[in-house]
C-alpha cells in the first residue's frame, strides 16, 4: 500500500520561507510524476509543481499567482522523499498543500492543469499559513 506523508508546513509572515517534504513509502514503483497542489478554503484545488522520478523534469504552474521562481521542487529517490522549497512567500499561497503521485509516463504541465485529477495517491496535506 502506497502511503504518502507531508511535513513541513506551519505559519510565516510574507516574505518568509518554508521548506514542505513528502515521504513516499510502499511500492509507488521506479517511474512515477510526483506533485504539489494546494486549496485555500472556498477555492478550487490547483497545481504548484510536478517532477518525474525517471529524469527529475518539472513544471511548475503558470498563473497569475505563479510560483515559478519563488518555489523549487526537487526529489531523493533514494529516500523516496520528495521536497517544495518555498521562498517570498505570499498571501495568496496560504492553504492546505497535499503531495500526490501516479505511475506510468511522464509529468508534464497538463498534470498541473488539471489539478491533479490523474493522481491515484495522496497525502493528508500540511497546512501553510502567510501572514501580510
Same mark, same amino acid.
Given at each position: 500500500?502506497?502511503?504518502?506523508? =507531508?511535513?513541513?508546513?506551519?505559519?510565516?509572515?510574507?516574505?518568509?520561507?518554508?521548506?514542505?517534504?513528502?515521504?513516499?513509502?510502499? !511500492?509507488?514503483?521506479? /517511474?512515477? #510524476?510526483?506533485?504539489?497542489?494546494?486549496?485555500?478554503?472556498? !477555492? =478550487? *484545488?490547483?497545481?504548484? +509543481?510536478?517532477?518525474?522520478?525517471?529524469?527529475?523534469?518539472?513544471?511548475? +504552474?503558470?498563473?497569475?499567482?505563479?510560483? !515559478?521562481? *519563488?518555489? @523549487?521542487?526537487?526529489?531523493?529517490? +533514494?529516500?523516496? @522523499?520528495?521536497?517544495?522549497?518555498?521562498?517570498?512567500? !505570499?498571501? =495568496?499561497?496560504?492553504?492546505?498543500?497535499?503531495?500526490?503521485? *501516479?505511475?506510468?509516463? @511522464? #509529468?508534464?504541465?497538463?498534470?498541473? /492543469?488539471? *489539478?491533479?485529477?490523474?493522481?491515484?495517491?495522496?497525502?493528508?496535506? @500540511?497546512?501553510?499559513?502567510?501572514?501580510?
Amino acid at each position: 500500500q502506497v502511503q504518502l506523508v =507531508e511535513s513541513g508546513g506551519g505559519s510565516v509572515q510574507a516574505g518568509g520561507s518554508l521548506r514542505l517534504s513528502c515521504a513516499v513509502s510502499g !511500492k509507488l514503483g521506479s /517511474r512515477n #510524476c510526483m506533485g504539489w497542489f494546494r486549496q485555500a478554503p472556498g !477555492k =478550487e *484545488r490547483e497545481g504548484v +509543481a510536478v517532477i518525474y522520478s525517471g529524469d527529475s523534469r518539472y513544471y511548475y +504552474a503558470e498563473n497569475a499567482d505563479s510560483v !515559478k521562481g *519563488r518555489f @523549487t521542487i526537487s526529489q531523493d529517490n +533514494a529516500k523516496n @522523499t520528495v521536497s517544495l522549497q518555498m521562498n517570498s512567500l !505570499k498571501p =495568496e499561497d496560504s492553504g492546505m498543500y497535499y503531495c500526490a503521485a *501516479r505511475g506510468g509516463y @511522464t #509529468c508534464s504541465p497538463l498534470d498541473l /492543469r488539471q *489539478r491533479g485529477g490523474g493522481f491515484n495517491y495522496w497525502g493528508q496535506g @500540511t497546512q501553510v499559513t502567510v501572514s501580510s
